[in-house]
């Protein structure tokens, strides 16, 4: 280093410049810090195209190689830098504040010659790399502090004192937004100059073409009468307008939102709303972790046509790191809406259901270095996402997934929704039993025999035990199934409310309904009703109004120990009424399992 220096101090300036533009390309070449980069660059500005993202990318590699360059031969540039402001920095000494923005190293050896200058600083890992800083600092009358202590003492004899806010942040560290980011920030500035009294000043330089560079020193900040918070609010707001200014100059592979206390989640759907309710549920599991700010968006993908959909399971099966940053099969694939939609999008963790969008949240997270997460059986091998949890019916044998019972549920404002429930259909208190008719699988005639016997044994031990009757049909009941229950139910005295939701629905009702209600009758081939009522630990009984096959009858059979089932002749008065912990156990599961995307 010793001699590199010597040599371009006294070398034509092209020649660091070059080798400055070579050290760039070559840490642009670098995977890892590309990667990070590009990260940093989509999360702060997710409107930008590729295009321009990388060109940002590519320019502040390139500066960062030239910084090098110059805090080698800072004393043959001093006069390349136009200092702005510093004639109202105090006597009596100001706080300098700055981030890893333009040269910022040379920037201190050149104002280190017009005032009394001390940075604070940390020790290098590599121990000559470190002596050598320190000794090209000496050399330009820098003073240099590597501990709080040490600072003060140079802060007493009236020292301008530099410290950087975007770096060093401790545990305690107060969490103000930059980039719309929760992010842990440097309290050090803020501290000393309130403590002594001083102002604070945020200094930014940035290069206008080669080694030719602006230093400006802005307007200070007083901090008397402001919070810590208030404070650094304004600092990192002012650095972010900088940045967005001239973003080419800041460090981005520099770990500024490495410990950020945001998530940004994207929900892809299908436009089903099972799978969607599936989505939801984890996500709702996430926001259960205090330590984050969870943030969320749902968009609604759409396939060009079922070739692209085969084609985008083809590049999601070789999707990985490589891809960061690419994304150009999410054009080939995805209709136009959908595709803007998520060019324009940031997200720390994409979240589908199904199989659906399943290639799409691989292919996405990969272009984004995301983290992913499916539920349901994806077309795709589970090593391909950080989490995958898949319900037992589905029969996956794979150490990867996440395995619960049924589907994946959240029960959430139950109280609300039962209030809402009550009001609206005006129930009495007397007790209560609910009925969710779903419809027919395979066999029509089969389902509409059964379910006429099974109303009537429902109609008779209500009446016989004195229940009032809460009903409620699904969307994918036909109308010959809903006109038997209006026929049979609909004039019963002891039938209190039925909800038809091919006519009309509220989000409040199936919650209402099983929740107030002693005992749940669900018919069997609805596995999502099934999962819900034992999440809200209702004892279910399964009305069994055709054969099962596949996976229904998996599905059953998993739960024979949780819930009632109830064939024909269908004799309600002997079944076996049972409490299930099959939601506590999935749940145990799913909390355990999230650490992995947090």
């Known amino acids: 280093m010793y001699l590199l220096r010597k040599v371009l101090m006294k070398s034509p300036l092209v020649i660091p410049l070059s080798l400055g533009n070579l050290i760039g390309i070559m840490l642009y070449m670098n995977k890892k810090r590309r990667r990070v980069s590009f990260q940093n660059i989509k999360l702060a500005f997710p409107e930008k195209s590729n295009s321009e993202i990388k060109s940002i990318l590519k320019k502040s590699f390139l500066n960062f190689g030239i910084s090098l360059m110059e805090t080698l031969i800072a004393p043959r540039l001093s006069q390349h830098l136009k200092i702005m402001g510093d004639e ?30 001390v940075v604070f600083a940390r020790v290098q890992k590599n121990r000559p790399l470190d002596k050598f800083l320190n000794e090209i600092r000496n050399e330009e009358k820098l003073h240099t502090a590597f501990s709080i202590k040490e600072l003060i003492k140079f802060v007493k004899k009236n020292f301008q004192v530099g410290l950087v806010v975007d770096h060093g942040a401790k545990d305690d560290a107060t969490l103000v937004e930059f ?48 919070s810590e918070e208030e404070i650094l609010k304004t600092i990192n707001g002012f650095y972010e307008k900088v940045i967005k200014n001239h973003p080419e100059n800041y460090l981005w592979y520099f770990k500024r939102f490495k410990r950020k206390k945001t998530r940004d ?39 060009k046509n079922r070739l692209a ?34 060019k324009k999008s940031f997200a720390d963790i994409i979240i589908s259901t199904g ?37 037992e019916h589905d029969r996956i044998c794979d150490p990867n997934a996440i395995k619960i019972k049924g589907a994946l549920v959240y029960q959430d404002k139950i109280d609300e929704k039962i209030i809402e429930c009550k009001n609206f259909f005006k129930l009495t208190n007397e007790k209560k039993i609910a009925f969710f008719l779903g419809g027919a699988q395979k066999n029509e005639k089969e389902f509409m025999e059964k379910l006429a016997l099974f109303i009537k044994q429902l109609k008779n031990f ?14 994918r009941t036909k109308a010959p199934a809903e006109e038997l229950v209006e026929k049979e139910l609909g004039g019963l005295t002891n039938t209190e409310a039925i909800v038809y939701a ?16 002693e005992i749940v009758f669900v018919t069997s081939e609805s596995i999502s009703m099934i999962s819900e009522v034992l999440a809200l630990k209702k004892p279910c009984v399964c009305a069994i109004l055709e054969s099962q096959y596949g996976k229904h009858e998996i599905f059953l059979d998993s739960l024979k120990d949780d819930i009632t089932l109830l064939n024909e002749p269908f004799n309600i008065d002997k079944m076996d009424q049972r409490e299930s912990k099959v939601f506590e156990e999935n749940r145990k599961k799913i909390k355990e399992a999230i650490g992995k995307l947090l």
């Not at 999601?316 to 998520?342: F, I, R, S």
Request: hydrophobic letters at 40%; proline letters at 5%.
């Open 179 to 226: 980039f719309s980011q929760l992010v842990p920030t440097p309290k050090g500035a803020v501290f000393i100059a309130k403590k002594f009294s001083k102002k604070i000043y945020p200094c930014f330089g940035h290069r206008k073409r080669g080694f030719k560079h602006i230093l400006k020193i802005g307007e200070a900040i007083d901090p008397r009468g402001k």
């Open 462 to 475: 209500a009446i016989k035990n004195n229940y009032r009757i809460l009903i409620s049909t699904s969307r």
């Open 309 to 342: 959909r085969m084609f985008a399971e083809a590049c999601a099966y070789t999707a990985g790191d490589c891809c960061v940053g690419c994304g150009q099969c999410l054009h080939w694939v995805l209709k136009n809406k959908p595709l803007q939609e998520l």
């Open 265 to 303: 989640i994207i929900i892809l759907s299908d436009n089903k709303p099972g799978h969607l309710k599936q989505s939801q549920a984890l996500l709702s599991y996430l926001k259960e972790e205090n330590n984050y700010k969870i943030r969320s968006k749902i968009i609604e993908l759409e396939y």
């Open 355 to 391: 199989s659906i969008t399943a290639p799409i949240n691989k292919i996405f997270s990969s272009y984004l270095g995301a983290k992913s997460a499916v539920i349901l059986k994806p077309n795709l091998s589970l090593k391909k996402f950080d989490l995958a949890i898949i319900p």
């Open 502 to 517: 091919n006519r009309t629905n509220y989000d409040f009702v199936f919650e209402g309904f099983a929740e107030i209600s």
């Open 88 to 117: 109202n920095l105090p006597e009596e000494g100001g706080i300098l504040v700055g981030v890893h923005f333009g040269s910022w190293e040379f920037y201190q050896f050149c104002l280190a010659k017009l005032v009394p200058l």
